[in-house]
Structure formats: structure tokens, C-alpha cells
């Protein structure tokens, strides 16, 4: 987390971290206590990832593209398809008959949409933003990510000003309970 750069050099780091994730859980054994360990992992930063976006990134694809109120909805969108998943997994041992196929459909989102951001969006930002201000981004996107939630809540709101008054204190929540039972140790 924080990995340093404008703010599409810290969500590429993100995007490679996540697909190591997902390389990782495809190598783990079949109904394995690592299986579980890499999907909270991934779960932690997909949903620190996502919030950081949808706190700093979207507004500015708002502010400064072309149709950036479609594009950003659009992305919110694929975010809250990604986040319900990620709930639905959330109670889940990976033993459950349920469980790969939920990962399936997880990996599937995941990487159409890093596939959009990465060939289209990043693409769209880096020409109609002010490098300036995508350095500013890419700070605020790891502050953001250091007091983001750490678990999926599908019902949060996903635009500000609403989503920076609210994620921080449940990202709280989510640290405390992450560090009584031990997950993403």
C-alpha cells in the first residue's frame, strides 16, 4: 500500500498486486486455509483500492473529461458488482460448494474493469488532467488507502462528499476487527 507516483503509477502497482493475488489463489490447494487467507487479502485491497478511487479519482474524471459524470458512474457501477461479491465470499470457508465459482465471477469483474481503466480511463486521464494535479491524486489516493475500510460494505456511499465522511470511521472498524481475529496478518 502507497506505492508512490501520480495517481495511475499508484493504481497500476495496485492492479499487478491484485493480480498476484488472484495467481496466488489459483496455485493454493482447492478448499485450503491459504485459499480463504488470499481471498481476505485481496478482499483488503480491492476494497481500499476502490475506495480511494471513488473518493479522489472519480471526482476528477467528473471534473476535468468529456462525459466524466457517465464515465465515473460507469465505474462506480463496476465497483458495486465487485463489492457484492466480495460481501457474498465474505462468510464463506473455501470449502463451501459456492466458493470458487463466487471467485470465478470476482476475477472475471475485476479484470474486465482493470482491462477499462487500464486501456481506456488511464489513458483519458493522463491526456485531460494537469500532471500536477495527478501527482496530487496519487497522494490523497494513499492517504486514502491507509484509513480505508478493509472489508466490503456494499451499502456505503460510493461519492463524496458522503463516502469521506464515512469510510474513515468504518475503516476503523474494520481495523479493530481485523486485528482481533488476526485477518490479513
Known sequence: M???GDVIAELLV??????????QFNDAAPGSADRKRLIDALTIEL???TVAEEQHLYPA??????DGDAIADKEIADHGRV???LKDLEGRAPDDA?????VRELRTEVLAHVDDEENHLFEQVRIGVHPFVLESLGKKV???????????HPAAPSTPPANRLLTP??????RARDYVTGRGQ
Do not use: I, M, N, S
Not at 474524471?61 to 468529456?66: C, G, N, P, Q
Open 2 to 4: 502507497g506505492h508512490g
Open 14 to 23: 495496485d492492479h499487478r498486486e491484485v493480480d498476484a493475488l488472484f495467481e
Open 47 to 49: 476494497v481500499r483500492h
Open 61 to 66: 474524471v467528473r471534473e476535468h473529461l468529456e
Open 83 to 85: 463489492e457484492r461479491l
Open 98 to 102: 459456492d466458493f470458487d465459482r463466487l
Open 142 to 152: 494513499r492517504e486514502a488507502k491507509k484509513t480505508a475500510p478493509t472489508r466490503p
Open 169 to 174: 470511521g468504518l475503516g476503523l472498524v474494520d
